[in-house]
């Protein structure tokens, strides 16, 4: 299945929640920083969120900042997306990914990329 | 935060060389990384820190930067070569990673 497994997409109405898993395998999760990273159908890639690898940072996209929280759980090696207030434009697969070098504090460039789970938002 | 512009479509013939490029304001203080992207797959990356290559990848690949402007070079390019090409940076003064529009390579 690959080191980065996403769980949880589906259908929800408008302003409805949904919470997105990514389960890890295959490294030491603790030492990474992530992102959750969406692609529209048909459209280009959009960063999302991302949270170092300690959690005591977390960065948003302006287009989710407010609405969406990222988290992690070192002790069981899994990331969530706890989406809120859903929008029809929040309509895109969305893909859990590593970022390159352990043990940093803000972003780099990433290396592994989960396969995504389709969050569709319609009425 | 900052915009990176990429060409929408860059074509080219077998065996001759693509140049990709991107734009933007962040270029000349960030690192830029190049993800390729082929139809159903997830990103790959190809090249990232400006010019660094994973383990993997072709040395026909490579990465430039000058000024605002960085490049993304692919050498005797394939058939197997066609696909979406994004750059991307982390923008340390907004804390947030960027992507470029991305770029569909065609080869002819």
């Known amino acids: 299945q690959g080191p980065l497994v996403e769980s949880g997409g589906g259908v929800v109405q408008p302003g409805r929640s949904l919470s997105l898993l990514c389960s890890t395998s295959?490294?030491?999760?603790?030492?990474?920083?992530m992102h959750w990273v969406r692609q529209a159908p048909g459209m280009g890639l959009e960063w999302v969120a991302f949270?170092?690898?300690?959690?005591?940072?977390?960065y948003y996209a302006d287009s989710v900042k407010g609405r969406f929280t990222i988290s992690r759980d070192n002790s069981k090696n899994t990331l969530t997306l706890q989406m809120n207030s859903l929008r029809v434009e929040d309509t895109a697969v969305y893909h859990c990914?590593?970022?390159?070098?352990?043990?940093?504090?803000?972003?780099?460039?990433?290396?592994?990329w989960g396969r995504g789970t389709l969050v569709t938002v319609s009425s | 935060s900052s915009v990176l512009v990429q060409p929408p479509s860059v074509s080219v013939a077998p065996g001759k060389t693509a140049r990709i490029t991107c734009e933007g304001d962040?270029?000349?203080?960030?690192?830029v990384h190049w993800y390729q992207q082929k139809p159903g797959q997830v990103p790959v990356l190809v090249i990232y820190?400006?010019?660094d290559r994973p383990s993997g990848i072709p040395e026909r690949f490579s990465g430039s930067k000058s000024g605002n402007t960085a490049t993304l070079t692919i050498n005797w390019v394939e058939a197997g070569d066609e696909a979406d090409y994004y750059c991307?940076?982390?923008?340390?003064?907004?804390?947030?990673?960027?992507f470029g529009g991305g770029t569909k390579l065609t080869v002819l």
């Open positions: 990914a590593r970022d390159h070098i352990p043990y940093i504090a803000t972003g780099g460039t990433i290396d592994y």
């Open positions: 295959g490294f030491t999760f603790s030492r990474y920083a």
């Open positions: 949270i170092s690898y300690d959690g005591r940072n977390e």
């Open positions: 962040s270029i000349g203080g960030e690192r």
């Open positions: 820190y400006d010019g």
């Open positions: 991307q940076v982390w923008d340390s003064s907004s804390d947030h990673v960027v």
